[in-house]
């Protein structure tokens, strides 16, 4: 009689990911070291790319909106609205000749936080080069990285996964060229990111907190309570709700999180409640519901309120008294011409900003946007050769696109998907806030078809994207329970495409930060038509 013998399999060794992992695990005194060293590391390193050499190109860009919110930031700074400027305000600003405007007031579609913000970096360091007038910005390009790996941190318990999405928002050619811009948008992601944090410290501090309430009062055998307990104590709402209001304060944009946050907090405040076993559950969130708006949204208009205090207390900003002639009657006839006259100022903003239609050689429709059909060129110079010491025989090129690194963009949109998906099969609280954060800042532009809007908008929702692609990177890595073969296999995969994701930001890197190259290297990254 003959026993069959099984081929033995080759034994699969544990992955260097695993190994680490296993050495941190054991040792508390390196694992407390890479906690902080490892955000540290990427954050110095999304501060170098920001920074290197941030006062070049001495332009105003033209192009773009950096010419505006420059010169409104300065002449906000100094009369406490924004002042107009003569037509020929570049050159004069360029040349150090800053106070070329005038106090009659300029109209501008943006609350003022944004443009204050900005003014802060020149107020420290002068107006006169670009050093001033984008510090804030690339700084607090640098704390949204910062701010996305303590957020990745809380959301998932792990040092590896915030060092990742940080670390692709570090390098991202979108995030780079945005945060070297005094744009307004990299201070809204800011905030936007804050609050986001903040409402996932609050769940960690509420989400056992009802069901804990319910079974202190209950004991024993006592049937199911008909209602759960108010929550007030809730101070990260508050920050939240004030985070929020700073958003909104630089873009009205900010208020769409601002409303996708409250619905998302009263839906998991309503979903806890019936875990807990409240009979009454539905009317019960409704009754928690008017407790969060309380906390989440009068600061948030205090914030947005305080914000245009400058053009509060001086007399020059557009339509400052534009009630005086016709104060408002009846009802409203109470508040104080100075804020009647900033309701009227905020529906001619409306008006003005939802007609911006005119037409963009850059302009790209919101359903462009996963597609990356049209990034945003915001700065181009082209030197023949000989000409200010170009050596290349097809002449160089300076170059700003909010171009993102086209594997993480492509790969994040369908990262987001992916998330949509198992969010509809596992009901993960996390997958959730992911797909908040992306549809709250990217859903509300589809209803604007006929606006002129840019790619370069995307920038607030990139963090979420980005986010999303870690999730599902953490997937193909493979869970904690499967075997040797399936670990290794996954994280070969994650490590190569991490590597290729690196090579393609050091690729785009000099054609988003308009570093001098050579024309056929610039033109080497147009890839599809509409990137040129």
């Known amino acids: 009689m003959t026993t069959a013998v099984e081929p033995l399999l080759p034994a699969t060794r544990q992955s260097l990911y695993d190994r680490w992992t296993a050495r941190l695990h054991a040792d508390d005194r390196l694992r407390r070291l890479y906690a902080w060293l490892g ?60 106070g070329v405007f005038s106090t009659d007031p300029a109209f501008v579609v943006h609350p003022p936080l944004g443009k204050w913000i900005i003014a802060l970096g020149m107020l420290t360091f002068g107006p006169e080069t670009g050093w001033g007038w984008r510090f804030t910005t690339a700084l607090l390009g640098t704390a949204a990285v910062l701010v996305l790996m303590l957020l990745a941190r809380r959301m998932t318990g792990s040092t590896n996964v915030a060092v990742v999405a940080g670390l692709f928002l570090a390098v991202d050619g979108l995030s780079v060229a945005m945060n070297r811009v005094a744009l307004l948008d990299t201070s809204l992601t800011f905030f936007v990111l804050l609050a986001f944090l903040f ?89 928690q519901g008017a407790v969060t708006f309380v906390l989440l949204v009068p600061v948030a208009f205090v914030v947005y309120l305080a914000s245009w205090t400058g053009w509060l207390v001086t007399d020059g900003g557009y339509d400052r008294h534009a009630a005086d002639a016709a104060p408002a009657t009846g009802l409203w006839s109470w508040v104080p011409l100075p804020l009647q006259s900033l309701w009227i100022y905020h529906q001619t903003m ?82 959730a ?42 997937t193909i890595a493979g869970p904690r329970h499967a075997d040797d073969h399936r670990r290794l296999t996954g994280q070969r995969l994650v490590w190569v495409f991490v590597w290729v994701a690196l090579g393609l930001s050091a690729f785009w890197y000099p054609v988003v930060t308009a570093m001098t190259v050579p024309y056929d290297f610039w033109h080497a990254h147009i890839w599809l038509p509409g990137w040129a």
């Open 39 to 98: 955000p540290a590391l990427v954050v110095v390193l999304a501060g170098v790319l920001r920074f290197w050499n941030l006062a070049h190109p001495h332009d105003l860009m033209n192009q773009f909106d950096e010419t505006f919110y420059v010169k409104d930031a300065w002449s906000l700074s100094q009369l406490g609205y924004e002042g107009a400027w003569p037509e020929n305000a570049n050159e004069s600003f360029l040349a150090g000749d800053v």
């Open 199 to 287: 409402v996932v410290i609050d769940r960690e501090r509420t989400a056992g907190r009802v069901a804990a309430t319910l079974a202190a009062r209950r004991g024993g055998e006592a049937p199911a309570p008909r209602w759960g307990p108010l929550l007030w104590n809730r101070p990260w709402i508050l920050a939240a709700g004030a985070a929020l209001g700073a958003a909104s304060a630089i873009k009205w944009s900010g208020a769409w999180v601002l409303a996708a946050l409250g619905v998302y907090l009263v839906v998991t405040d309503a979903l806890a409640r019936r875990r807990a076993g409240v009979l009454l559950w539905p009317t019960d969130a409704v009754r």
């Open 350 to 431: 409306y008006a003005s900003a939802a007609n911006i239609n005119g037409g963009h050689v850059y302009s790209s429709p919101a359903w462009q946007w996963p597609l990356l059909v049209r990034p945003t060129g915001m700065y181009y110079r082209h030197t023949a050769v000989g000409e200010d010491g170009c050596a290349f025989a097809n002449g160089c090129t300076q170059a700003i696109a909010s171009m993102p690194n086209p594997l993480l963009w492509y790969a994040g949109i369908a990262a987001v998907l992916y998330l949509l998906y198992r969010f509809v099969v596992a009901r993960d609280w996390r997958d």
């Open 433 to 474: 806030l992911i797909l908040v954060g992306v549809g709250s800042t990217y859903a509300p532009w589809l209803l604007y078809p006929d606006r002129t809007i840019f790619q370069f908008y995307t920038v607030l929702m990139l963090p979420f994207v980005l986010l999303a692609l870690t999730f599902a990177l953490r």
